[in-house]
């Protein structure tokens, strides 16, 4: 069974670009979450993706936006970069929007 | 204003003693927890689960406390091992809608000494 992958594993871009990461969720997973973790903190939930709809948010801006395709797996765009948007971005997939999550290697970010 | 608090950054045990995580939380609509582990370059990894209608859960070494009342949840490994050395973090969720999303404290590193 393989678990949830992400891509690319580092970036560096500048700010005002865009930038587009990949999740593939867990075989039999339907439901995709993306998290932003900041240096010190604990992961912040930006939005999940159940049956290719957007379905919860968290506290962030419009420009993380996101896809599901019909394999499940995912993608979180972030436009107009800010120096803040460093971070590492983690993907989890559960079997259900309500389930256990689990958890990608995470995808680490920097923008200069 | 954080909903999920765990007040020590970090935990130094000694290897076969019990190792006794904190976390407290803020929010009356959380109704299920769980511990993540997290090694450095690796995603957060799910160790322990539970609901707000028990107040124990047991998962081999792993064993978790809830006290409702209190508002607060603590992760006991038993017997600690060198392996165990990672960050945890405690994740709450709330039913609300149609997605469970986590919110998570800042973690504690845990450091077991051989």
């Known amino acids: 069974e393989t678990g949830v992958t992400q891509s690319p594993t580092h970036l560096i871009k500048t700010r005002g670009q865009q930038v587009t990461l990949r999740c593939s969720s867990q075989?039999?997973?339907?439901?995709v979450s993306w998290y932003q973790q900041a240096l010190g903190q604990g992961p912040q939930f930006i939005f999940q993706y159940y049956r290719e709809e957007e379905n919860g948010r968290g506290n962030f801006p419009p420009r993380f936006s996101g896809l599901q395709f019909p394999n499940y797996s995912s993608e979180l765009n972030v436009n107009a970069l800010e120096l803040d948007d460093s971070a590492l971005y983690l993907c989890a997939s559960s079997a259900g929007s309500r389930e256990t999550q689990y958890f990608g290697p995470g995808t680490r970010l920097l923008v200069l | 204003d954080q909903q999920v608090k765990q007040n020590s950054p970090s935990l130094s045990v000694q290897e076969g003693r019990i190792s006794i995580l904190n976390c407290d939380y803020t929010n009356s609509m959380f109704d299920y927890f769980l511990w993540y582990k997290k090694y450095p370059a690796e995603g957060p990894t799910f160790l322990i689960s539970i609901s707000s209608i028990k107040d124990k859960n047991e998962d081999g070494r792993f064993t978790v406390f809830l006290n409702k009342s209190a508002k607060h949840l603590s992760l006991h490994i038993v017997p600690s091992q060198p392996g165990d050395s990672a960050v945890y973090f405690c994740a709450a969720s709330a039913v609300g809608g149609s997605a469970r999303q986590l919110t998570f404290g800042s973690g504690t590193q845990l450091t077991v000494l051989p």
């Open positions: 075989s039999g997973h339907n439901t």
